[in-house]
């Protein structure tokens, strides 16, 4: 599967956005297409914390377990999951920039069984709801970070 690259600057701290972006416990009450985390491991977030999230994808709800793999703050972290004979990798990407954060998001997949490497054609059809979902989250995301942070920050 190609890997599918969205980003956005946030008016706010690049601080005030990687904390926001790296806060599980708090996802549900700031990105809609999330419905439910729960984390599997105890202590602050960071490498090697795991949770399961459930979110609203192709009109239904799907859950996926996922642990961070790389977690830099405040420049980055990654998220790996298994799923469906795939290995995915979401690296978030921070970098500060006039008028506050630039945040990108690379997804991509590795198809490892043999179901999943015939599967992987079909991807490119739901390439564009991915986009969508992933530039919705950033929408949210913003909200909440532009809110926390009125005013320019140019």
Known sequence: MASITVNRVINAPIETVFE?????????DQISAITNVEVLTD??????T????????????????MTFSEFDPPTG??????SCGSEYVTKHTF???EGG?????????TPKTLVAKLVTP??????????????SDLN??????EAENPGDLA
Request: glycine share 8%.
């Open 43 to 48: 202590g602050p977030v960071g490498v090697g």
């Open 50 to 65: 795991s949770f399961r999230e459930t979110r609203v994808l192709f009109k239904r709800e799907a859950t996926e377990e």
């Open 122 to 135: 079909m991807m490119a059809i739901m390439k564009k709801t991915l986009i969508k979902c992933l530039e």
């Open 77 to 82: 972290f990654t998220l790996i999951a298994s």
């Open 101 to 109: 954060t630039r945040l990108t998001i690379n997804f991509g997949g």
């Open 140 to 145: 949210d995301l913003a909200k909440v970070c």
């Open 95 to 97: 970098e500060p920039v």
């Open 20 to 28: 926001r972006a790296s806060d599980v416990y708090k996802w549900t």
